[in-house]
Structure formats: C-alpha cells, structure tokens
C-alpha cells in the first residue's frame, strides 16, 4: 500500500513538474505570450465554455515569414530559380528565351525585377513536368546543399524558435497543426515532417493537378501537371482550408496580407479564437519591414498599416519579433 | 518488490489477453481473413523487414459499396433527389425544365432513365449554391430521416460491420483510416466521424471549389461553387490521394471500377502492400451483383470480369461478401 503511494505520488509530482515546466521559454513574458497560453487554457480545459473537444482542435500556420525566414527571397523561389540550368538543359531551345535567357545569365540585378508572368512561367517549368517521385528527390537533394545568403545556413535551419514551441505547445494540448501556406504543396511537404513535425497530409499549400499514367515496366505514376488546382494565398486560403481540412482552425498564425483572410476566417468562428501576426521589426536579429520601416506594401512579406488596423480592430494579436521573442533560431546563443 | 512484480504480471497478462482477442470476430476465418492479419503483422512488427513507420501507415477506403451499402442507388443521389422540391421552390421556374420536371412529377420508372448528364445538372443544382454551414445543416436533417427502400433504416446504420472491424484494427495498429470516394467529399465528412471514427480531414472525395465572401453582417462565409476541383474516381482517386494526403496508402479497399486505379496504385508501392476488393456475391443478405451474377458492367457497384482478372493477377484479395462475412450489419442477429 505504501508502495503504491510512493508511486502515485511520484507520478502526481512529476506531472507537476511538467505543468510548471514553460511551454514558451523563448518567448518574453508579456501579453502575446500571455494571449498563446491562455487561449490554449480556455480551449482544453473540461470545465471551460470555451472547451474545445479534441477533434476540432485545429491550428494553422502560414510557413513563410511566420514559420521560417521568407526574407529577402522565399526559399522556393531560390530553388526554381537555381532549377532553371538543368531545366535548360533537357529543353536547350529555352536558352534563347525570356525570362530563362535572363535567369541563365546569372545577373542577380535582372532577375530581381522579373515580373509575376515571368515568374509562373520559370514555375512551371521547374515545378511540373516530372513524376511526384522526381520531383520530391530534387528537392531533398537542393535542401542539403542550399545555403541563405545572409547566415550561410540550409533554410531548414531559420525556422522561428518561438514558433517551433507554438506548434510544440499546441500539439501537447491535442491540437492538430497545419501549414497553410502560399508555396508549393508539394515543396514544403518535402521536409514538413522533419523540420516542423507537420506531416505531409498537414500541408495545405499551392498545389497543381497530377496525371495518372503507367510507365514502360507498367507501373503506374502520377505527373506533375502545371494545371493549377488551388492558389493558397488571400481568400484561397480558407478555400483551400475547406477544401483539404474541412473544419474551421481554432487558431491561426499569419505575417503578411495573404493571410488576411485566414485570419478573419478563424476569428469569425465561434468561442475563443486565437488569430495572430508576425511582424517582421527586429532589424538587427531578423529583418524589419512593412509598418516598423513605414513601407507600403512593396515587397516580399511586407504587413501594411491596413493589415495592422485591421489586427488591433478584429482583436488579433500581432507579434513583435523584437520585443515578444527571447530567441529567434534555435542555434542562436 | 513484489508488489511492483505483481502490477507488472497484471499488465502483461492484460496485454496477452488483448492481444489474443479476435480483431475481427465478423469475419470467418479463412485466407481472406489471414490476409489483413498478416498485413498488419508484416507492417508493426519492428523486427519484420516490410515494417512500416507509424507515421506512414495510410489505409484509403472507397465508400458505397465497400463501406456501406450502394445498392440500388447512392444515399447521395437519393439525397440530391429528395432535394429538388425545395430548389424547385426558391427557384420555381426550373419546375417546367428537364431534368427537374421528371423529379418532381415523382415518376420513378422515367427518373430511373435520367442520363448522366441531367443527374450532373441536379447535383449541380441541390449540392451547390449555399454556404458550407447550410449544406451541412441540410444534411444531418435528412440523415436523420431519410430510411433506405429495403432495411427501412437510416443510411448511417448500412455499413458494413467486418469493415468498421477493419476500420478499427487498422486503426488500434497506428494506420491513419482514409475514405477516397467518388461521392462528394462535403456530403461524407458530414457523418465520417459518427459513423466511422473518420474525421472530415480525413475524406478525400469528389470536391467542388468554394468562394470566400462577407455576409450582411460584415462576417466571412465560403459558399459551395458548382466549379469542379476534384472528379474523385478512376485516375482522379490517386490523383486525390496525392493532392490531399501525399503519400502512396499501404492498405487501399474497393469495390468496382472506380476503385482500380487506386488499388493498383497501392499495390505498385514497395515493401507489403494490401489491396482489397469487396465482391458482392450476397444475394440473401446483401445483394449480387458483377461477376457474381454473369453480368456485364452496366449498373452503379458492378465489377465486371476484367477487374476480377487483374485482381488475380496483381495480387489483390477479393473479399466474398457471402464467404468471408459473418455477419454483414451491426444490428442483425
């Protein structure tokens, strides 16, 4: 009896220890880190009117900007723009034509002022034409040996410390977490699991029609096909969440106005809902832009002052790099 | 000490008993029956060269006729049918259109001739249109009281008892359970969970696109579009496969011509792969039809001999509906 006694209280013990534990330790405390926790206490707790049961528990993440890095240049942009040489190639005649010609040339200053247009048509071109399989090793062999410019690091390293404890935290309190994002479906399943314990069935991203055809020993396969089926960004992304999860998140994380009505979406549900933004103002660890600089929305992941207002009057919290993250990467000292 | 002995005796013993249990007591035994077992021994067995990471473990299901009961026409069709009257209401003049004035004339025998075409134009009309909340609404109330012609019971009470078996042992061995319809994806996830333990991210159906927009309230809405995003049949079922899950299932089960693709695409992965095809030779208890009967490919759930063929040849299992099942509905004796 007392055996058992001395059991129960070690186990009651240690699960005190682990509750007392912070699930945020790269987070300042503060009233964002505050929002994260008491959001999650209100949804799991049995006694609670705002108790979520576990099934409905869902969160969603935009990936660039909000997860991982996406500034000066998304990751992904950088993998097709460093396809296009062997895309080339195979199809020598691309050589001689925009906007390859100028990719092919390697001067940095012309590719930066390609155009939308010019950009889908280098999209198509690396991303679509071969078998899933094909495609999924070219990216796995690019993640390895591609650096960022600035910490000379794979980008699956400058990923957000905070927001790996995010996903962490949410999924320890039996939350299902997505990555709803504006990239490549298919890219970012790639290395979801290994990088933010998302499973590949938890992307919602981009994504092209396929084809089902046999090869010459018989075998089926599927093609990648540039037929776009969802454009996951601005109003595609609760589209695209109804589409591929069919329930409304609890709780979602944006950076920029894509995500604007993802995060209308899941505020506009009922009970505690919890819609937050990154906002990109820590110069000196990261990179400031949008309403910390008083940019309007130029660039790459840019949050313009609409956006901001928007936050402060739909009751979202917005996230402040500089003063609400202790840490950013995780090999940072 | 022996105290701790004891509880670890108790646990163990517990867990022989479990383990002794019949995962499948609907079942008779057989080879048919053995093939699953073995499948998930081969799968969860670390020591076995064809183990498969939990986090892998994917099981895709078709639904009518492999899950519940298709014949002699869809719950869905019946669904689409049944609504007409009320479309016929908010938009009256469709009462003088075709196919619309066969439905509402209620003449069975001419509504039995509809051709694919007027059957699109009435799904289009009664699935499409609405917000996602309407839809679902509609649709648990005529779950509730829709009965099916033969049992006079609720469609939800059709399914197969020695699938849901299946189902739940898949599941009790860390595969993640899939339906892949070609019925509509928003008509099944309304009851997938309730009726088999498959939450709405985990049906991968026939899918049309939805539009974001404001209501008069000034709150956010998707409302279904009659735009088709996914045809989830034949070829478009590994195709949704990769489009919602991403990655190739270890287990796959069908029922008719729609489900080929899917199987074969199954089987063609490496390491133990399971593909099964429930034959309908039941004309007692169920109903027979396919090859069962001499028939040729002609009406909805057939199974035709050429899909019996490559059945024997790839090394899928048929399931016998009159041999390898006990017991077909849960509420029978």
Redesign the interface.
């Known amino acids: 009896m007392l055996?058992?006694w001395v059991l129960l209280t070690g186990i009651i013990l240690t699960s005190a220890i682990v509750y007392a534990q912070d699930p945020l330790p790269s987070w300042n405390e503060g009233p964002t880190k505050q929002a994260i926790i008491e959001f999650v206490k209100a949804t799991t707790d049995q006694s609670s009117p705002k108790f979520v049961p576990p099934?409905e528990r869902?969160a969603t993440f935009d990936q660039d900007g909000t997860l991982w890095v996406s500034h000066p240049m998304y990751a992904q942009v950088m993998y097709c723009l460093e396809r296009v040489p062997a895309v080339v190639k195979t199809k020598p005649e691309l050589a001689k034509v925009e906007p390859f010609k100028t990719v092919m040339s390697g001067n940095r200053e012309a590719m930066a002022k390609l155009s939308m247009k010019d950009l889908e048509k280098i999209l198509a071109a690396t991303l679509t034409g071969m078998s899933?399989e094909e495609f999924n090793a070219e990216v796995k062999k690019w993640l390895e040996k591609a650096r960022d410019p600035r910490w000379k690091r794979p980008y699956t390293e400058l990923t957000y410390l905070p927001m790996q404890e995010v996903l962490k935290y949410l999924r320890a309190n039996g939350y299902?977490t997505y990555i709803v994002t504006g990239g490549g479906?298919?890219f970012v399943?790639v290395y979801s699991?290994q990088v933010y314990g998302i499973?590949?069935?938890q992307?919602v991203g981009t994504?092209g029609?396929?084809?089902?055809g046999y090869g010459k020993d018989g075998?089926?396969f599927?093609t990648k096909e540039p037929r776009l089926?969802?454009n996951d960004d601005n109003?595609g992304k609760?589209?695209g969440i109804?589409?591929?999860?069919?329930?409304r998140p609890y709780a979602a994380f944006g950076n920029s106005p894509g995500d604007r009505?993802m995060l209308?979406?899941t505020k506009?549900g009922s009970g505690a809902r919890l819609a937050m933004l990154v906002l990109h103002d820590d110069a000196k660890r990261e990179y400031a832009y949008g309403p910390a600089l008083g940019l309007p929305n130029t660039k790459v992941g840019t949050f313009p002052q609409a956006l901001y207002d928007q936050a402060k009057k739909q009751g979202w919290t917005v996230i402040s790099m500089k003063n609400d993250w202790k840490r950013i990467f995780a090999w940072e000292q």
């Open positions: 055996l058992i099934a869902i899933v299902k479906q298919d399943r699991e499973p590949p069935e992307v994504a029609g396929t084809k089902y075998k089926p599927l089926l969802l109003a609760p589209e109804h589409l591929m999860i069919g329930r009505q209308e979406y506009a």
